[in-house]
């Protein structure tokens, strides 16, 4: 009876030896390379027929990338694994209007080269809650001198305060600004996005451009015409626009681009005292 015992351990113990030795006869030795799927990245084992994986995660999907053909574009920051992403690009009537709000965090840089007098402007504004930064960049495309200057502004209550940079101090004044905020805000907006540029009527969509296209011109102020209108949306909010300025009989194209939700203000402490 011993004897059986002893001889059915042993096979049992084979059996399972055996039985290791079929999933895994050998030491594991995972590629170097990624292997992937849709969802997760890994290290397949070299072995033939061995299923054995190495650091089998998820993908670490980054901030995406626009396209040329208007997709987003993901990349996994670990195996470089890229996943593309339709953007909505039309806006309906009923989307139109809240497409222009740009929220209370923004950031607009908008750039325009004066193809005579060889200057190109660069203004870029930020929100970020009730704090603003705007800075005025002109840059000679010629001998490439710039010259820049910023300032900031904040909301507190219902005060408007201005930080307005001084040349020769190098410093901030902290200024009242007595306009009511409401109005300020409007007026700040107005700068950037005129109201005719807001309706929606004058625009057609151009399915190859993925814009809302306006041929005609637009305003025909005494001294300028605005022409060729483009604007872009991204999944329901105005992300760029373009547009000709005619002055003169000189044609100054401009462009913008808008981004939301990562501006970030810090205001000046290097102030000018009193
Ligand atoms: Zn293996
Ligand atoms: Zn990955």
Same mark, same amino acid.
């Given at each position: 009876m011993k004897k059986i015992?002893?001889?059915?351990?042993?096979?049992?113990?084979?059996?399972?030896?055996? &039985?290791?030795?079929?999933?895994?006869?050998? =030491?594991? #030795?995972? @590629?170097?390379?990624?292997?992937?799927?849709?969802?997760?990245?890994?290290? &397949?084992?070299?072995?033939?027929?061995?299923? =054995?994986? #190495?650091? @089998?995660?998820?993908?670490?999907?980054?901030?995406?990338?626009v396209n040329e053909a208007k997709e987003k574009v993901y990349t996994c920051s670990v195996c470089s694994h890229t996943?593309?992403?339709?953007?909505?690009?039309t806006v309906t009537a009923d989307e139109w209007t809240a497409a222009f709000d740009l929220g209370t965090n923004w950031k607009i840089t908008f750039t325009a080269t004066h193809p005579v007098y060889h200057q190109t402007m660069t203004i870029m504004q930020m929100r970020d809650g009730n704090k603003f930064h705007c800075k005025e960049t002109m840059k000679d495309t010629e001998?490439?001198?710039?010259?820049?200057?910023?300032?900031?502004?904040?909301?507190?209550?219902?005060?408007?305060?201005g930080y307005r940079y001084d040349r020769e101090q190098d410093k901030f004044e902290k200024v009242t600004v007595t306009d009511p905020v409401d109005e300020r805000l409007a007026s700040m907006m107005a700068d950037y996005l005129p109201e005719f540029i807001k309706d929606q009527d004058t625009y057609t969509y151009d399915e190859a451009k993925k814009a809302y296209v306006a041929d005609e011109i637009l305003a025909d102020e005494d001294y300028a015409d605005i022409k060729s209108v483009a604007l872009y949306f991204e999944d329901g909010k105005l992300v760029?626009?373009?547009?000709?300025?005619?002055?003169?009989?000189?044609?100054?194209?401009?462009?913008?681009?808008?981004?939301?939700?990562?501006?970030?203000?810090?205001?000046?402490?290097?102030?000018?005292?009193?």
């Amino acid at each position: 009876m011993k004897k059986i015992v002893t001889m059915l351990l042993t096979v049992c113990l084979l059996l399972s030896a055996v &039985a290791a030795f079929a999933s895994c006869g050998h =030491e594991h #030795s995972f @590629k170097s390379d990624w292997s992937k799927d849709a969802t997760h990245h890994w290290h &397949a084992c070299d072995g033939k027929d061995c299923t =054995e994986v #190495s650091e @089998k995660a998820e993908h670490t999907w980054g901030d995406p990338v626009v396209n040329e053909a208007k997709e987003k574009v993901y990349t996994c920051s670990v195996c470089s694994h890229t996943k593309t992403e339709a953007i909505k690009t039309t806006v309906t009537a009923d989307e139109w209007t809240a497409a222009f709000d740009l929220g209370t965090n923004w950031k607009i840089t908008f750039t325009a080269t004066h193809p005579v007098y060889h200057q190109t402007m660069t203004i870029m504004q930020m929100r970020d809650g009730n704090k603003f930064h705007c800075k005025e960049t002109m840059k000679d495309t010629e001998s490439g001198a710039e010259e820049s200057y910023e300032d900031f502004d904040e909301i507190v209550g219902e005060q408007w305060y201005g930080y307005r940079y001084d040349r020769e101090q190098d410093k901030f004044e902290k200024v009242t600004v007595t306009d009511p905020v409401d109005e300020r805000l409007a007026s700040m907006m107005a700068d950037y996005l005129p109201e005719f540029i807001k309706d929606q009527d004058t625009y057609t969509y151009d399915e190859a451009k993925k814009a809302y296209v306006a041929d005609e011109i637009l305003a025909d102020e005494d001294y300028a015409d605005i022409k060729s209108v483009a604007l872009y949306f991204e999944d329901g909010k105005l992300v760029a626009l373009e547009y000709v300025i005619v002055m003169e009989e000189t044609e100054v194209p401009y462009s913008a681009t808008f981004t939301y939700g990562d501006a970030s203000v810090t205001l000046p402490t290097n102030l000018i005292e009193g």
